[in-house]
């Protein structure tokens, strides 16, 4: 049985939420779910924005068939080709065979390469500045290479003022009968998600997101439609402050995040001091065990916070696992404009400390305090010292 939710008189929500993914693209942990979301606009011409992942593809059809009534499938838009907005492609081009696929020259390759069909025969080709004309709307069409995919483009309806964002401004979490980020409270429930979405998604594209939001800032935009997560139709401002921030890797906060790797406790002992110190001191801290948390978690933590703070054990020579890779995910997801502190810990050979500035050192803008704190096993008076003069140095940046 469908389950739509009506957007404005001729826009429909025809997507559908997935509760029982673990893990979203292998990586990512969603235990709030995800939402896949697809529109169809059912003007003098029916156009579908994108379609969905093959887990929900059942739901998605049942919800496209009704809303559609006896009417044919004009257009489908192909604004980015990732598996989970187009898995549903060769269903369509079987069910709706006079369906024209409107998408970029990058986004046919790509066709080509997922699926087996006559791709050339279906699809119209637009380009940056395009427009298409159903009927009472016209739908403008604005490239957006790598954000976070080389083909991707977004679509602006210039009759409603709606722009159809592909994976910019998205969310993890399940929709849970909400459509609309003004049914919710979405900055206590869901923006860390949209925070952790963007940094581990998209976050290594800053640069490609600022010339999209440069693009769209001439816009008259009264909704965002993205494919994952609410839609927006007020207090837009809201998210895209928070994506101005984040593409430009500027932190949303003052404070310290420590992320933490110990085997036997000794590390997490001298974060834990330090933590301790900073909040005598009036400074926010959180703090991350990097075996237990997820990479996702403390990768947007980092992206928040002003200054970082990464406590490592010294394991076979090298950096503990869990932190290394951290570490390695941090780097790949370009971060930058932080301030990092290290904390190092060797019952023989410390390396750890060392090894950490290096790989981060390649980041831009990276200010780092001078001296790593060495701890050889235990945290003794002489480490618990320099603890101290480590939270004295970062409150007064502070």
């Not at 004309?133 to 995919?149: D, E, S």
């Not at 401004?169 to 925070?195: H, P």
């Not at 932190?251 to 995040?257: A, C, F, Q, Y």
Request: proline content about 3%; aromatic content about 10%; overall charge negative.
């Amino acid at each position: 049985m469908h389950c739509i939710k009506k957007i404005t008189g001729d826009l429909t929500w025809v997507g559908a939420n997935d509760r029982r993914l673990a893990m979203f693209e292998g990586v990512y942990s969603v235990p709030k779910g995800v939402s896949y979301n697809s529109y169809l606009l059912t003007d003098e011409k029916t156009v579908l924005f994108d379609t969905v992942d093959k887990a929900v593809q059942g739901r998605f059809s049942e919800n496209l068939e009704h809303t559609l009534g006896n009417r044919r499938l004009d257009y489908l838009i192909v604004q980015h080709m990732e598996p989970d907005h187009s898995a549903g492609i060769r269903d369509l081009v079987l069910k709706y065979p006079d369906m024209k696929i409107v998408c970029n020259a990058k986004t046919l390759a790509f066709i080509k390469q997922f699926h087996d069909f006559d791709a050339d025969s279906r699809t119209h080709i637009v380009t940056e500045g395009d427009t298409l004309v159903t009927g009472r709307h016209t739908l403008h069409f604005i490239n957006a290479p790598m954000v976070h995919w080389p083909e991707v483009m977004v679509t602006y309806d210039s009759t409603d003022k709606i722009l159809f964002s592909a994976d910019c401004f998205g969310c993890f979490g399940a929709l849970n009968g909400a459509l609309f980020a003004d049914e919710v409270d979405f900055d206590r429930d869901y923006m860390d998600e949209a925070r952790r979405y963007y940094t581990n998604i998209v976050g290594k594209y800053g640069a490609q997101v600022q010339r999209l939001l440069d693009k769209t800032t001439a816009l008259e935009i009264n909704m965002i439609c993205p494919l994952h997560g609410f839609v927006w139709r007020g207090e837009i401002q809201s998210i895209l402050s928070k994506y101005i921030l984040w593409s430009r890797y500027e932190p949303e906060e003052p404070g310290v995040m420590i992320a933490y790797a110990s085997v036997y406790g000794n590390t997490e002992n001298a974060a834990e001091i330090l933590s301790s110190n900073l909040r005598d001191k009036g400074i926010k801290t959180v703090m991350f065990d990097v075996s237990v948390t997820p990479a996702s978690e403390v990768v947007a933590s980092a992206f928040k916070w002003s200054h970082l703070v990464f406590a490592s054990t010294t394991y076979n020579a090298g950096i503990f696992v869990t932190m290394e890779a951290l570490i390695n995910d941090l780097t790949a997801h370009n971060i930058q404009n932080r301030t990092v502190a290290v904390i190092e810990n060797g019952s023989w050979a410390p390396a750890s400390g060392k090894l950490i500035r290096e790989k981060l050192s390649g980041c831009k803008n990276m200010i780092f305090l001078d001296d790593i704190i060495t701890v050889t096993s235990g945290v003794k008076e002489e480490q618990r010292s320099k603890l101290t003069e480590m939270a004295e140095t970062l409150a007064a940046m502070l």
